[in-house]
């Protein structure tokens, strides 16, 4: 399976995402610079963490307007899978590719630790690898990961199965409505998640929790 990461100035976590994907698919995913206005063929597109622009304006919001997301937008039209994790998964927000926003943890503090995802709908691509109600330990790193929408927003997504994730065992590090972690679009490609399911794939990270998350999406073992 052929993937790429898109590069964004602020992004730190490129290079940490590129290891994951290649140690579990066994091929260095393609890099796409911000400027670019296509992308090459590849089954999954992944936008790191970090802080693109440093984080000026809102999170995600120079990034979201630049080239690139023109050309992933007509990838995730295709059918192509899109996965935003952190700082991507504030872009994808505010590119308007996934419902809500992201705003400041309620305790208006930068948090850095492990949490508890549950496994709210294993029925995707990105989850298949995990069980339904499975819970598993995945690091978190964010300011801005509160998510937040409407209520008639929030039920739409909980009737169409499109909460993915949700913290979990009282480890909601940011106040998010209905403790959700991760959301996918109503067409099922497009995953944004604010946990670093790339930290956390190998014995050196202290565990491999977050390796059936890109098994799954890559198709491959665990």
């Known amino acids: 399976m052929k993937t ?4 964004f100035p602020g992004l730190n976590r490129d290079r940490d995402m590129i290891a994951a994907l290649t140690r579990i698919s066994g091929h260095a995913p393609l890099t796409v610079w911000q400027t670019e206005t296509s992308i090459p063929d590849v089954d999954m597109i992944v936008i790191p963490g970090g802080f693109s622009y440093g984080d000026y304006l809102r999170c995600g919001a120079i990034a979201a307007r630049q080239p690139v997301m023109q050309a992933i937008r007509e990838q995730a039209e295709k059918g ?10 504030q872009i994808l927000l505010e590119a308007g590719l996934l419902p809500g926003a992201l705003m400041r943890n309620t305790s208006l503090r930068f948090v850095c630790r492990e949490v508890k995802l549950e496994v709210a709908n294993a029925n995707t691509p990105f989850s298949r690898g995990y069980n339904q109600g499975q819970v598993f330990r995945c690091p978190v790193a964010h300011h801005d990961g509160n998510y937040f929408a409407d209520e008639e927003t929030l039920n739409r997504l909980e009737g169409n199965g499109q909460i993915v994730f949700r913290y979990a065992g009282g480890t909601n590090p940011n106040g998010s409505a209905r ?8 067409h099922g490609n497009i995953l944004g998640m604010m946990p670093h399911p790339e930290n956390l794939i190998e014995p050196a990270h202290g565990g491999s929790d977050g390796r059936a998350l890109f098994a799954g999406a890559l198709g491959v073992a665990l």
Do not use: P, R, S, T
């Open 4 to 7: 790429a990461v898109i590069q």
């Open 179 to 186: 403790d959700i972690a991760g959301i996918i679009n109503e």
């Open 80 to 89: 192509v899978m899109i996965l935003g994790v952190c700082n991507g998964f």
